[in-house]
């Protein structure tokens, strides 16, 4: 049976990807994640047969940490998560946070892997040279977000469709306006109503930063015009997207607001296992639906904008929001200042064309910069 790799292993996806596999039985071949901590190690020690993948570590903690895994078995630097991501005939778990997971995505697509896709910076900041590693390669490509996983289950067997809907919670923050957000703290926005998740991603759903990422994942997940993505607000996320095919019809994936359901869709389509999720218990639910509010949340309008720009454009609006949300969380910026920076940085770039991951990584240091500095002078 096929071995999986989970990378990005200590976050939430990760930790809900061991769960998942053990469920399904599923062996794990490796793990990875950026940094070296307690929970990697516990994890390694649960997985002694895995191969322990570290990008970055302080010299200093090298030893230490090998010693603690089984130093055979351990491997350091920024190519250690890639190197495993390459090795041809596993599953790929890419659960890292941010657009250092763009390599692996690439590694994992050109040796013909299966890709679970949960880093959305991937298809957001160079989805043009993840569509053509993965057909050079071979493989596929199953994104986990819940919202992509929605609209991938709903397109089995389907033309391409006429619009795709994406549902957003709203948030936190839901009703608010805008004078209301001023002085947010970072523990107000990380209180999420439907999702348990990971500090940038519960910050960019309060801003609908998140939401807006999502409508660039999707365009180029399923190569749609931006006309061609709806953002909904329901705020009982159970409608996890739709789908609307050229002749009226809609499809929707429903379900509990619960992680496992993509993730193990990730990792047995075109099967299904069941006991993985609770029963979905309709009676006594109720629906809602409403338009967001851009006033408010101007994230998301940024996000399309970025989008119809093209080219670098939506990797800048990553990296830009990455910092925003690393200065929010400091106490370095304000709440509604994480749009205004946003805003700034695709402002003082201009889109490039996208030819190699060399262009990505430029424009996203370029514009990591800018925000840096946009941050600087609002502190003043
Ligand atoms: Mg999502």
Request: aromatic share 6%; charged share 20%; hydrophobic share 45%.
């Amino acid at each position: 049976m096929e071995q999986l790799a989970v990378l990005g292993v200590t976050g939430s996806i990760g930790r809900q990807t061991l769960a998942v596999a053990r469920q399904l039985e599923l062996g794990v071949s490796a793990i990875g994640a950026r940094r070296p901590s307690n929970e990697l190690l516990e994890i390694a020690k649960a997985y002694p047969d895995s191969k322990v993948a570290v990008a970055s570590v302080d010299e200093r903690d090298r030893g230490d940490f090998a010693a603690a895994v089984g130093s055979e078995r351990v491997s350091f630097g920024p190519e250690a998560l890639t190197e495993i991501a390459a090795e041809p005939g596993q599953i790929v778990m890419n659960s890292i946070v941010g657009v250092a997971g763009l390599p692996v995505t690439l590694a994992a697509a050109r040796a013909g892997n299966r890709i679970a896709l949960a880093n959305k910076e991937s298809m957001v900041a160079a989805g043009s040279l993840v569509r053509e590693a993965v057909s050079q390669g071979g493989g596929n490509l199953i994104p986990v977000d819940s919202e992509h996983s929605a609209i991938f289950q709903c397109l089995v067997g389907e033309p391409s469709p006429a619009k795709i809907m994406l549902t957003a919670s709203g948030g936190p923050f839901r009703g608010l306006k805008r004078e209301d957000l001023a002085g947010v703290t970072p523990e107000q926005a990380l209180r999420h109503p439907n999702w348990d998740m990971g500090k940038r991603i519960s910050i960019d759903s309060a801003t609908l930063a998140n939401k807006a990422l999502e409508v660039l994942e999707a365009a180029a997940l399923f190569q749609l015009e931006y006309d061609q993505v709806e953002v909904i607000v329901h705020p009982e996320s159970v409608v996890h997207s739709m789908v609307v095919f050229a002749d009226g019809s809609i499809k929707a994936q429903l379900g509990p607001a619960d992680m496992r359901l993509p993730i193990a869709y990730a990792l047995t389509y075109p099967h299904r296992f069941p006991g993985i999720i609770p029963e979905f218990a309709f009676v006594g639910t109720a629906f809602h639906f409403e338009p967001p509010d851009l006033e408010t949340f101007p994230a998301l309008a940024l996000g399309f904008a970025a989008g119809r720009a093209g080219g670098t454009s939506p990797a800048v609006f990553n990296a830009a929001d990455e910092v925003a949300v690393d200065a929010f969380l400091s106490g370095q910026l304000d709440f509604l200042g994480i749009a205004d920076v946003i805003s700034q940085t695709l402002e003082k770039t201009e889109s490039q064309q996208i030819r190699s991951i060399d262009d990505v990584m430029r424009a996203d240091t370029e514009a990591r910069r800018i925000a840096r500095s946009f941050i600087r002078n609002r502190l003043r």
